[in-house]
């Protein structure tokens, strides 16, 4: 019923910046958590950023200070500013949405976008 589109991946020099999108379509009445999550090769899904539905954030460790999440709720969107990259932050991408679907059922549905490939070269 939803799909998350993402968008803002690619390959950029150590030191760049890049911006990541995502936007909810389909049967939306309203979202709860959304976030920012990425894989590197042979290691697991680790959380990058995230914001509750009434903008409290947190990141990993790893990108605090670098990386920025924000959310547009008229868009169904959120986005993850990258700057300052790094090599080690080379990963597919994955936007995560927390959606429900009706204004009479308030069970909410976990969406995950297909991923997006960040390269950081050195």
């Known amino acids: 019923q939803v799909q998350l589109v993402e968008s803002g991946g690619g390959l950029v020099q150590a030191g760049g910046s890049l911006r990541l999108s995502c936007a909810a379509s389909g049967r939306v009445f309203s979202i709860g958590a959304m976030g920012w999550y990425r894989r590197a090769p042979g290691k697991e899904r680790e959380l990058v950023a995230g914001i509750t539905s009434d903008g409290e954030t947190n990141y990993a460790d790893s990108v605090k200070g670098r990386f920025t999440i924000s959310r547009d709720n008229a868009k169904n969107a959120v986005n993850l500013q990258m700057n300052s990259l790094k090599p080690e932050d080379t990963a597919v991408y994955y936007c995560?949405?927390?959606?429900?679907?009706?204004?009479?059922?308030?069970?909410?549905?976990?969406?995950w976008g297909r991923g997006t490939q960040v390269t950081v070269s050195a």
């Open positions: 995560n949405a927390v959606i429900r679907h009706y204004s009479y059922s308030d069970n909410y549905y976990n969406y």
